[in-house]
């Protein structure tokens, strides 16, 4: 059984987890679009776009936007084996599958256009898991609620970057209501250290590929730990159900060797940091692919 022709769609400014998944992806035949402005090029996602032969591999100027083209790469042969690539349900209606792997400013441009469904986390999903698995208060509100906070506290937007993920002295060290809309939700949380955490990419209620990506707080890569990869199975039996298909969950030990959520990513703009490139490819690829692929439970994760 082959899978239909598959596309990947990256941003012009290309991380090294991206340019890993790149080079993973490409060994694997998928094609590859790196795109040269945050917009997307005149004709991409239109019946037989994949087939199109443009000069020099480029796609035409002037689209959407104001973009100025695309590179176009090709791995080896156009089809790939679906045993390899887990690719059930990857195609959309025109057979041929477009996925996005990109932070939140680029996908929310691009995905619409090219009709990938980006899964993520419900914005409230971290506040409502069980104390067992989060060893701390938290909580979803709005940060207009937040601005009245007077004790520190750890601070983030949900899904993005918008509000940076940091310890905050009292809530008037947060943006001002003059640089995020009042209604922006947020997780306000207990301050909690980590003495090692991981990055778990989850594919259909398992845990699919693992890493460590810091201890003490720094940046420190490292193979998944046994524990790590048990405590992610009690966080997909306790609350599996309440994540899309395909996900990133960060976990955590405290030095008290308390194991503990940190956090729930979308794939699609997830490092893959020390986990398996192949295996975090394939969570990447169910997380942004053809909305007419979603399966029934996915649907209520759709960004």
Known sequence: MTCPPRTLVLPPRLTASARTLRA???????????????AVPEGLGSP?????????????AGGAGGTRGARDRRGAGST????????TGCT???GHAVHLHAGPSFADVVAPALGIALLEAPADWLARLPRALTQRDIRATTISEAYRLRRPAFVKSPNDKSIPALVYADGSRLPGPDAVDPATVVLVSDVM???VEYRLHLLDGAVHAAGQYAEAGRLRLGPPDGDALAFGQDVLAAA????PSAIVVDVG????GRWAV???NAAWASGCYSADPDRALETVLRAAGPATALSPHDRAFVR
């Open 240 to 243: 599996g159900e309440t994540l």
């Open 262 to 264: 940190i956090e729930a």
């Open 24 to 38: 993973t992806a490409l060994r694997r035949g998928l094609r590859i679009v790196e795109a040269t402005a945050s």
């Open 92 to 94: 959309g209606s025109d």
């Open 80 to 87: 790939e084996n679906a045993e390899s690539t887990g690719c």
């Open 48 to 60: 037989g776009w994949a087939g199109a032969g443009w000069p020099e591999g480029t796609w035409p």
């Open 253 to 256: 030990r405290d030095d008290e």
């Open 193 to 195: 250290t980590f003495a």
